[in-house]
């Protein structure tokens, strides 16, 4: 038994060579009898089975980084940028304008096989592209002028010696580099996440390292069956407030629950409602569309509160005394010491400006304003209970 599961298989690098390819519908098929994907290859050997499946997976990854190149023009970029020729090394994958972009979009799976681009490689090889990747999400931010990071969180080590990668050694230390390297110099004043379940972990690990930024930029945290934890990740009340706000989680949940039903999120402080699905692995293809909704009224609230503020300036900084009145005033003055004799107003309304009631009226507003509020820092103790999203509580592999 140990012999068989430790003999080696040479198989095909190619989709062609394992007899499938992909039709117009995104569906993998089998080239000759245009059937579905077919797991059981050999009858009874299921140790062969299992890597015929792994390989093709291989193949099939490699295709998407194909296709986000090709298709969606990113470009993908070695980590650690300053690694030595020998050092073992990861990559991502962004657009051309990410630095320059005034919106970004950063993408982030969740763990186990799945790489940069996919959400579920099961899914790319059951059901379709569209459904399996993140393909439709790269090309509906381009169209709405996001720059694009696409994340790679789960290559962590060298593939042969199996060393660490520096600055990507976990997925939540691959997260922060392309945060403090690439997102925290970018010059988008609009930032948006989108995350699938552990990716709701990374998120959440960022947002307490770089609340700041966070509260600043980011105006949607979009986790679709995401097993973040605020008790276990120790989050202050200042990040509970930014999920409370800018937050949603889509969580999977049973026919009874339509797509964006809210559900009862126990103690997990961020806004959680039905994905549409009872599979996790379909949460981010089936609350995509809600998805899109959800960040583009994020982004419209943040610019009406802008302007808001811009209009509250603008009305706090305009005199008392309209500027004709005071002119009218100042010829009058000006009349008055040219004769030495009282001036004629029949007519005519003359303004007094009294400056002192201007800096009581100035004082008066200043006084109204609210305090800044100070961040206490809670470290959450008071939130015992654990989250309970009606998802999965602990972390899946996307097969």
Not at 42 to 64: C, F, P, S, W
Not at 101 to 130: E, F, P, T, Y
Not at 213 to 233: I, N, P, Y
């Amino acid at each position: 038994m140990s012999d068989k599961k430790s003999k080696e298989y040479k198989f095909p690098d190619t989709l062609e060579g394992f007899g499938y390819g992909f039709n117009d519908e995104g569906q993998l098929r089998h080239l000759e009898t245009k059937e579905a994907f077919q797991f059981q290859v050999r009858e009874d050997d299921l140790d062969y089975n299992q890597k015929h499946y792994e390989a093709m997976g291989e193949v099939i990854t490699d295709m998407v980084y194909s296709m986000m190149e090709k298709d969606c023009a990113l470009r993908r970029i070695t980590l650690p940028e300053d690694a030595e020729e020998d050092e073992p090394k990861t990559f991502f994958f962004m657009s051309n304008d990410t630095t320059s972009a005034k919106r970004l979009m950063l993408l982030i799976h969740g763990s186990g096989a799945v790489r940069a681009g996919q959400w579920a490689r099961k899914l790319i090889i059951n059901d379709c592209l569209d459904s399996g990747t993140q393909l439709p999400f790269i090309k509906w931010a381009q169209e709405h002028g996001f720059g694009v990071i696409v994340a790679n969180p789960n290559l962590n080590r060298a593939k042969v010696e199996r060393t660490l990668i520096r600055g990507s050694s976990s997925p939540e230390e691959h997260l922060e580099t392309l945060w403090s390297d690439y997102v925290a110099n970018s010059k988008a004043r609009d930032i948006v996440i989108v995350a699938h379940s552990f990716g709701g972990v990374c998120t959440l690990e960022l947002a307490r390292k770089y609340i700041k930024d966070f509260e600043k930029r980011v105006r949607a945290v979009a986790l679709t069956d995401s097993v973040h934890s605020f008790t276990h990740q120790k989050s202050s009340e200042r990040v509970i407030k930014f999920y409370q706000q800018r937050g949603r989680n889509w969580a999977s949940a049973g026919p009874q629950d339509p797509l964006d039903t809210p559900l009862d999120s126990k103690m997990d402080f961020c806004p959680t409602v039905s994905a549409g699905t009872d599979r996790h692995d379909y949460t981010s293809f089936s609350s995509m569309k809600s998805i899109f909704k959800f960040i583009e009224e994020q982004i419209a609230e943040s610019m009406n509160s802008k302007d808001n503020e811009i209009n509250k300036s603008k009305s706090s900084s305009v005199d008392p005394v309209p500027k004709a009145e005071k002119d009218k005033a100042n010829q009058n003055v000006k009349k008055s010491d040219e004769s030495n004799s009282p001036p004629d107003v029949s007519g005519e309304t003359t303004v007094n400006v009294d400056s002192s009631n201007t800096q009581e009226m100035l004082s008066q507003t200043m006084s109204e304003s609210e305090p800044m509020s100070q961040d206490t820092n809670s470290q959450g103790a008071s939130y015992d209970a654990e989250m309970d999203s009606q998802g999965p509580n602990t972390p899946k592999s996307e097969l």
